[in-house]
Structures are given as C-alpha cells and as structure tokens.
C-alpha cells in the first residue's frame, strides 16, 4: 500500500520534507519503540524458557510417578512375602524331623498356624467366619444349599469353607448353607 498515493498529501515528495527525519524523540517517562521491542522480546525469552522448564519438570514428574506405580506393583506383595517366609521355615524344619511323635508335629502345626495367623493379621487378612444364626450377607457369604432349619430364612446354617478379606476388600467369601423359608 505504500505504492499508493495519500489523498491528504497532494505531493509524496513535499510530505517527506515536511516530515521529520528522525522520529520523535520520546519524553524521559516513556521508553521508545526499540527499547519496548527489546523489553517485550527478552520477557518473552524468560517465558520461554520459563515454559520449558515447567514443561520439563512435569515430564519428569509423570515419569518418575510411572516408575513408582511400577515399583508398588512389582513389589506390592513383599511385606506378606516377608512374613511368609518365617511359616514355610517351620514347615520346612518339620519334615527334617526323622523320628517325629504326634504330639511334637501337633505342637509344630500349632506354631506354624500361630505365624500364619500372625502374617495374615500384619497384612490385613481378615477371616470371615460368620455364626450360625447370622444374617446371611451376600457380599461376604456364598450360601450352596438351602437347608431346613429351625431360625430365621436367609441365615447362615453352616459354614463350610471360611472366607477372607484383604482391608475391605472381598478375596473369598465364605462358603456357607443358609435356612430355607418356612
């Protein structure tokens, strides 16, 4: 557009001469345009590189939290894999007996039971072992056979196979016969 002659300056070489050579010259509060570029373009560089750098932090960050999800994956059993460990000694150590009597192989399974309960309790393996009577909750207890009893209907009869659970979470439930309606 600079090809274009200006309507309100009848003569572009008597518009130049009337003009000014050098521009304004800026007031002392206000910075000229080169150095208003020159402000703008070193903030944005800071932004930049301010942009990078955050941007580079949450890279690491998500991977460094994909690593720790694969770590807690990979060694989410160790703690129960530890407490674990003690139980198979004791039955390890059981069958190297060479002449054992009952009573010292009942006296060894008591033990051996006792660290297991142990390592359950320490990891949070809860037992469900409802009573005969209880309402029967389906989700804790799978109920086989519906018996005649002489309780409730829906009630647990029998239990026929404990149930566990990890924190509230449902591993087995328990396996049990309930009361037929009457």
Do not use: C, W
Request: net charge negative.
């Amino acid at each position: 557009m600079q090809d274009q002659e200006n309507p309100a300056v009848p003569n572009p070489e008597a518009a130049e001469a009337a003009a000014p050579a050098s521009p304004s010259p800026s007031t002392p509060d206000q910075p000229s345009l080169e150095e208003q570029l020159a402000s703008s373009e070193a903030r944005l560089a800071e932004m930049q590189d301010a942009f990078m750098r955050a941007k580079a932090d949450g890279e690491n960050i998500r991977r460094r939290a994909q690593e720790d999800v694969a770590k807690a994956h990979k060694f989410a059993v160790e703690s129960f894999a530890e407490a674990m460990v003690p139980v198979k000694d004791s039955l390890e150590m059981a069958l190297k007996v060479e002449s054992p009597t009952l009573e010292s192989l009942k006296e060894g399974v008591e033990m051996t039971l006792k660290q297991l309960n142990s390592a359950f309790e320490k990891n949070r393996l809860l037992e469900i072992l409802p009573a005969q009577g209880e309402k029967l909750d389906p989700n804790k207890h799978q109920a086989v056979a519906v018996v005649p009893a002489d309780q409730e209907a829906n009630t647990v009869v029998s239990v026929l196979q404990k149930g566990y659970m990890i924190a509230d979470r449902l591993l087995r439930p328990a396996i049990v016969t309930a009361a037929q309606a009457k």
